[in-house]
């Protein structure tokens, strides 16, 4: 416990250095941060320095270790003694809240074992791999959480490093909204401060366990802050508004089905020119970010998008263009779609994919099974909403006469940020509809609808709600406290202090995979089913579970210039 509380520490003040310079350097003198959006900037950073090594270099100990001492020297040398103190206090919150969020959990299953461990341990061996996707198709739409977390494998906090960036990110955000509904200066505009209230208490009720964490929460969190930072938006300050497309960025390269995000700075860009913008830093490194990113899917799979077929280049080598395997686009998204659909959940003879998904059958099975387990996931957020309900009306029954109409001075904001949220949640609802890959817009949506149907009474709410606000979270706080703890005593003597990124087997043997041999030379590994019960976890990579989708004698193993080429000769 100790050790892993001075890990984080030491990870967070490597995020924030990072954050501190690239803000920096990137942003406009007069832009300023509180403590915990230089931790959210700093792995945005990360991500991008992770994501453009790995186009020339492993992102290795080696390396992440020089990296890591760089930043942190560059960092000290420009502390005061009094920015010292609070940067201190800053870590400490950032990692104790990290601790015991992570320490006796588990990773997200089965998706980590599956194909997140394993990525990140190429990503640590190896530069990037072209055809990656035909070894296992999840590994053509990886998020930028992997390569995130791949650059804190260090000699410092060991490979068990690759666990930490997610649950800073998260202590982060809590912080952020926790900071501007308490302690922030500036006065916050009351839309703001109610729907960072809430969705607060969302966050620290249904994501306060690691295992909850996986690809699809970062976006989720930087949308919840994107939306936040929308309504606090002073649109006669460009800077401010520009600042909010490479937030965009970072969500849509953690999600891409929230690719609507980019809508949200749109709202601003119709007031400037278009020389100002494209001549702007953060414009231009956000354009960088992504077209690395896009190109590093293309390389993967064959794909800028993995599994959208109408941005696939088929006359690539490495594109799998047969309509028999998994990692063919076609079959991807078909798959993917009709799993997230209920497709598992029929009670009667299965449905192949493509006749499941045709026509709207689909939604009873859907709502049967998936909706009900959503409406379960929610329940004590949705006991949350209840008592604040009762708390308003009570509220408005004893201030009836005082209770005038007074609207909100951003009206246009919330019913714009009320239309891209119900976008993204019937896109979502159509395509993809399992809770943890939308609930960023479907939470912000449910928010929103609540405040637009009391946005006339916001100015009287505002001044009932700081005593509410207050009893509820330490009520919140003391719960997670008191569920962490005995968490924490239950697996004292029982489980590993970190997630376990090796198996799930209590055995943990490291690298003991199967190797797949040809021409007397490794040609991939799989796991080794006595150890690892069909995963891969962090083993020797490329590693891969989907075994039997693979033909080893049609699949090849070429090397260009020192970089690997998986594509199949049919």
Known sequence: MINLFFNIFAASYFTYSAGLIFTKLIFKKNYKLNFFEYGIYGIVCLGFISLFIN???????????????TIILISFSNLSKVKFRSIIKYLTLIALFSLFTVAYDNNYRPDSGSYHLPYVSILNE??????????????????????????????????EGIIIPLVILQANIVGHFFYK??????????????????ILSFILIYNNRYSNLGNDAPAALCFFYLISKFFEIDKKKINDCINLFLISTFIFLNKITMIFSF?????????????????????????IFCSLFL???????????????????????????????????????VETEAWSKGWSDQKIQ????????????????????????????????????LILIIFLIVSFLKNNKKNKPNPIQKENLLFFALGISAIGT????FNSPTFRYGYGYIITFFVLVFLMIIRNKLSFILNNFNKFNKTIFIIIFCIIFLKHTNRIIDNFHSKPVVPNIYSDDSVNVYRK???????????????NKKYDVGMCYYSAPPCTHTYSDIDPDKLILDNFYNYKIYYYRD
Not at 426 to 429: A, D, E, G, L, M
């Open 181 to 198: 509904i308490f302690f922030s200066k500036k006065k916050t505009n009351p839309l703001n401060y109610i729907f960072a209230s809430i």
């Open 513 to 527: 995979n199967h190797k797949i041999l040809k021409n007397k030379k490794t040609f991939f590994y799989i796991p």
């Open 126 to 159: 190896y530069k990037i791999i072209f055809g990656l996707s035909n070894l296992h198709y999840r590994f053509g739409h990886t998020s930028i959480i992997q390569h995130i977390s791949s650059i804190y494998n260090n000699h410092l906090f060991g490979n």
């Open 55 to 69: 186009f020339f270099l492993p992102i290795n100990k080696a390396f992440n270790s020089f990296l890591l001492i």
């Open 295 to 333: 190109t590093k899917n293309l390389i993967n799979s064959g794909c800028l998008i993995f599994p959208v077929e109408q941005v696939c280049f088929k006359n690539l080598k490495w594109y799998d263009y047969n309509s028999d395997r998994r990692s063919n686009a076609v079959n991807a998204k």
């Open 350 to 385: 299965k449905q192949d994919f493509v006749s499941y998904l045709e026509g709207s059958d689909w939604i009873k099975v859907w709502v049967k099974n998936h909706g009900i387990e959503t409406l379960k996931r929610l329940t004590n957020f949705l006991i949350y909403f």
């Open 426 to 429: 019937i896109f979502w609802f």
């Open 263 to 287: 809508l949200i700075p749109l709202f601003f860009f119709k007031n400037y020119k278009l020389k100002s913008l494209i001549r702007d830093k953060v414009i231009i490194f956000s354009l």
